[in-house]
């Protein structure tokens, strides 16, 4: 993965606010990337953004024109499937989901479906806000990064 990342951040309903606090704060570190969000997620990163850009002080060091974010559909509606395919397809590098463990969700498989994928591959993975600081704050974020991939040739060639 490059330098420049490819960030999937995806929240249950209970858990946005916590996502967002957690955008606001690292605000800075993130816009350089590229962000992947489920569309009521999306919606929500997306604003705390331009709040944050429309609040610098002095040196405006960043525009709007900055922020690359790419909402997807809503992930009962098909958001969670779509980061799927965007995972299997090599398109991203990283994930924060915060999924909620207190209620349960329409779209429980789906969801199933996105962190197996994500692990499958490899993808570095937070589903909480520690392990999200603990990402954020490796020096493995700002630099390039060779993550290992399980062979899967044996299963690939198999007789059926
Ligand atoms: O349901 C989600 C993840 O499973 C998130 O979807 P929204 O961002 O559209 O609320």
Known sequence: MKKRKQIALVAHDNRKKDLIEWVEYNW???IPHRLFCTGTTGTLVEKAFLSKIDDQKDEKKYSKS????K???SG???G?????ALIA??????????WDPM???PHDVDVKALTRIAVLYNVPLANNRSTADYMIS???FESEYVPRLKDYSEYINRKV
């Open 28 to 30: 800075e570190s993130l």
């Open 66 to 69: 900055d922020l690359d974010i």
């Open 71 to 73: 909402k997807l559909k």
């Open 76 to 78: 009962p509606l098909g």
């Open 80 to 84: 969670d499937q779509q980061l799927g």
């Open 89 to 98: 397809e090599g398109a991203i590098d990283m994930m924060i989901f915060l």
């Open 103 to 105: 209620e349960p969700q």
């Open 138 to 140: 490796s020096s493995l």
